[in-house]
T-cell receptor, first 112, second 110 residues
Framework: EAGVAQSPRYKIIEKRQSVAFWCNPI?????LYWYQQILGQGPKLLIQ????????DSQLPKDRFSAERLKGVDSTLKIQPAKLEDSAVYLC??????????FGPGTRLTVT | GQQLNQSPQSMFIQEGEDVSMNCTSS?????WLWYKQDPGEGPVLLIA?????ELTSNGRLTAQFGITRKDSFLNISASIPSDVGIYFC??????????FGAGTILRVKS
């Protein structure tokens, strides 16, 4: 069974630029999550989708971050414009019944 | 918001030794999960605990869901070099939301 796929794996941009990350969850997993992991910390939930609907986006900085999951499968997370403090690893995870989340390899973003 | 306190923050042990780490919170959780993260990779699920008092093993790993539902423990027996990494505990609230600890960095001296 293929795992959670993410791309790109690495991205370097200048502040005020925009960037997008893509995630394809494990086949059949209805729930998809985006996390932000700052160096030295545990992952922090940004947004949770159930199929193509948003369940929880309470910690998403909506003035600059947006995410969509139009067909209930893959998802895109966008940052526009990026700030220096957005430098982090962005992790995508998916789950079948909600209890056990499986993570992708992440995208390491560096904002200069 | 909810916070999980993981300890120790890091440990450097001899190959073959047993390892213990724990996670505590002021909040009650429905589920406890333990993940391991290698450099440049995403967290990998090791063990999931669903009931207070539950003790679950996965090979050399054993984890327990505390009776108060506010803590969990992870033990690794006979550590080997590939056990190196960062171990995260995560508590699950309603709505399947996970809250992560800051991690325990494990280094093994061969």
């Amino acid at each position: 069974e293929a795992g959670v796929a993410q791309s790109p794996r690495y991205k370097i941009i200048e502040k005020r630029q925009s960037v997008a990350f893509w995630c394809n969850p494990i086949s059949g997993h209805a729930t998809l999550y985006w996390y932000q992991q700052i160096l030295g910390q545990g992952p922090k939930l940004l947004i949770q989708f159930q199929n193509n609907g948003v369940v929880d986006d309470s910690q998403l900085p909506k003035d600059r971050f947006s995410a969509e999951r139009l067909k209930g499968v893959d998802s895109t997370l966008k940052i526009q414009p990026a700030k220096l403090e957005d430098s982090a690893v962005y992790l995508c995870a998916s789950s079948l019944a909600g209890f056990e989340q499986y993570f992708g390899p992440g995208t390491r973003l560096t904002v200069t | 918001g909810q916070q999980l306190n993981q300890s120790p923050q890091s440990m450097f042990i001899q190959e073959g030794e047993d390892v213990s780490m724990n996670c505590t919170s002021s909040s009650i959780f429905n589920t406890w999960l333990w993940y391991k993260q290698d450099p440049g990779e995403g967290p990998v699920l090791l063990i999931a605990l669903y009931k207070a008092g539950e003790l679950t093993s996965n090979g050399r790993l054993t984890a327990q869901f505390g009776i108060t539902r506010k803590d969990s423990f992870l033990n690794i027996s006979a550590s080997i070099p590939s056990d190196v990494g960062i171990y995260f505990c995560a508590g699950q609230l309603g709505g399947n939301k996970l809250v992560f600890g800051a991690g325990t960095i494990l280094r093994v001296k061969s």
